[in-house]
């Protein structure tokens, strides 16, 4: 991680969970950090939290949301503005609904869509657009995917949210052929993990009992997990593209 030091990343998402385990973990290893969520002052707390640790890098928090085109411009000036430009962009920002096909609605449709397909490719876009014009050429793009975006997994009403992670797995595999015919070494990589001790369930319409009872009989991995992964790809050499890590819990039934 050496050559990362002082350089700069976007974690979006970045207020629990997976996205703040992420922020931390690049904080503590020396990079500048900005990140991103609608709950900006959970990320405050994690900025004053990681003081008491002395950590090589920086973290500092901006409010956005990834479905506004608009906020993710203003977000990428702002970076620019402050630090020169970024680069890396963690696109961990997502989200579900549980809701059967029959009966889901217009608004739960375009949110998944807005926020796990829609927000992560303006968000790309404008990274790669922001790279470029900058000259950097090792820079590198994260989605934060899903096992649901290689499988359809035996977890009903959760259709809709699998579609949406089986388009990131093709939008990552379409940019890595088109990095490659631009001629840059900006690499990208997909993190899948399976399930993660996050808010996640609850967001998606659980109870806090539901959630709770679900990691009672289940096998599930830590954010701390998907921070480390993201960790050793990133560290990997500029050569090496860890193009699908693929994160399950021992056991995974």
């Known amino acids: 991680m050496d050559r990362w030091v002082g350089r700069v990343a976007i974690v979006t998402g970045a207020s629990v969970g997976i996205g703040a385990a992420i922020a931390k973990s690049l904080t503590l290893k020396g990079m500048r950090v900005v990140g991103v969520a609608r709950r900006v002052e959970k990320i405050e707390a994690l900025v004053d939290e990681l003081k008491t640790e002395n950590p090589k890098g920086e973290l500092h928090a901006i409010k956005g949301d990834v479905t506004c085109e608009e906020d993710i411009k203003r977000i990428v000036q702002w970076v620019r503005e402050k630090f020169g430009g970024f680069d890396v962009l963690v696109n961990n920002a997502g989200g579900a609904v549980f809701s059967k096909l029959s009966e889901i609605s217009l608004a739960d449709i375009r949110r998944m869509l807005d926020l796990n397909v829609v927000g992560l490719s303006l968000f790309t876009r404008d990274a790669i ?125």
């Open 129 to 253: 657009q922001d790279m470029k014009s900058r000259g950097v050429d090792d820079g590198h793009i994260f989605h934060i995917n899903s096992i649901g975006g290689h499988e359809i997994v035996n977890m009903p009403r959760t259709e809709m949210y699998v579609a949406t992670k089986h388009a990131v797995t093709v939008l990552t595999e379409g940019l890595r052929r088109e990095l490659r015919d631009m001629g840059t070494k900006i690499r990208v990589t997909s993190i899948s993990p399976g399930a993660v001790k996050t808010e996640f369930g609850v967001a998606a319409g659980l109870t806090e009992e539901q959630a709770d009872q679900y990691y009672k009989i289940k096998p599930y991995l830590e954010p701390e997990d998907i921070a480390d992964a993201l960790v050793y790809a990133l560290s990997a050499p500029p050569h090496v593209q860890v193009h699908e890590l693929i994160i399950l819990p021992t056991g995974r039934t």
